[in-house]
């Protein structure tokens, strides 16, 4: 059958499928399921796969989706082929979520895939996407604005879904079950034009049918293939690019006179590429935020933009710095007295204080020690010595300098303000007596040769 054997060459041309796996199977009960939980009834013994189908009733349309519900039911049954089905209160869920039914419904469908995925150890999950649906999406994104990467349209293969009958049109999948007499059922609310899709198909597709390109459906799957290959090369290039501007190993420091040599296309994705690495996910990032951190790169230092997701995006003396602010080390404060060794949870480092210096801490190693005098501290004063985080108005003294605020202190050394939190700020009282890695105040530093008893400092952290 010709149908099966175009689904047969997609999945060995994209390795889709190997000998042996499990296979999730997203069964609607529509003609589009139907045909491809057949196909992969064909190819059962020849690839030696397991099948576990899902079906999801929306909570949307009564009787109807009971219906559907009980047609995947008998269907497995026949074919012996292990099905779970889900039950979502779309309407409900969208207006808790604030999205539309059409999105919460998508967003259900595949938590369930993936939960069945999880529970049977599977490997695999297909869905009947075919190319009238691949037409329809790269409209949709089209109208609403995407870029080149959205009018690739739909993969074929994203992670561990797969997508067999991508390259068959849904014409073709009718005209196969009504030639092997295969029954399926219709959603009627695929005739109503209330979702964008619906509009897209029985609307805007049918008037370019009849007036522009009958064969506009097959001219859309052959472009979008075209703009995906291509996307793909060009994210191949960004990526060696990204890498290529990265200037830091623990936060994402880019170089920006490197950056400002990339053509602006590459740029673009590189720019992309680096709030991805920042919150997993380019969720409503824009072409205006990509445009925001471009001119970003041509301001001065301290310079900064809030970007979705919790990301920001700061301009300092020839980097650019991409940070989230829940990676941010949230305040801390404890009380440390000598002889005392202190874990800072926030920083997940340790600080010790003691009257003589530790070389050598069992599974640990020091990082950091600052000296200060026990005089100067005044031992028989009730000031708390304090290890914490900055707070606003901290001081520390300066020779030639005086008060000093800590703020303009971490600009002058150059730390980066979504690291300065996690900076350990040795206290007395209110009094700053060292940045911990970076300086101790004149006030409370120990004098070479004095011959005074000392406080020994120390920041440990576990050995690897």
Known sequence: MEILSSALE????????KNGES??????????????????LSIRKMYDIKL????????????????????????CEKYDVQIE??????????????????????????????????????????????????AETVFMRLCRGTGIK??????????????????????EIEKYCADNGIEYITDSTNEKNIYTRN???????????????????????????????????LDKVAKKEFENVLAGEKEIMLDTQKLKKLDKVILRRVLRLACLSCSDTLHDVAMKHIEGLT???YKETGKYISLPNDITAEKRYGKLYLYNKKDICEDYSYNIKAGEEIYIKETGKYVSLSEKIIKNKENKKN????????DKINKGSDKAITVRSKKSGDKIYLKGVGNKKLKDFFIDMKIPRNVRNSVPVIAVGDDIAAVMGYRISDKYKAEKNSGENNFYIQIWEENE
């Open 10 to 17: 997609t999945v060995k041309k994209y390795d889709l499928i």
């Open 23 to 40: 296979i999730v199977i997203g069964l609607s009960g529509g003609a589009d399921s139907v045909t491809l939980f057949h196909f992969l």
């Open 52 to 75: 576990v189908a899902v079906h999801v009733h929306h909570g949307i349309r009564g009787d109807e989706a009971q219906r559907d519900m009980d047609f995947a039911q008998k269907l």
């Open 85 to 134: 089905k889900y039950y979502y209160n779309v309407p409900e869920k969208a207006k808790e979520i604030s999205l539309t039914e059409e999105e919460t419904g998508r967003m259900l469908r595949y938590e369930a895939f993936e939960n069945t995925l999880e529970k049977y150890g599977a490997d695999k999950i297909a869905v009947a996407h075919n190319m009238n649906d691949n």
């Open 150 to 171: 959205g009018l690739g349209g739909i993969a074929v293969s994203r992670d561990k879904i797969i997508r067999p009958l991508l390259f068959t049109s849904r014409e």
């Open 367 to 374: 990082i950091y020690t600052a000296v200060i005098s026990c």
């Open 199 to 233: 509009k897209i198909r029985n609307e805007l597709l049918c008037w370019i049918k009849e007036n522009l390109n009958e064969n506009i459906i097959a001219t859309v799957s052959s472009c979008s293939q075209i703009i995906r290959e291509e996307n793909d090369y």
């Open 295 to 297: 001119e970003l790169l």
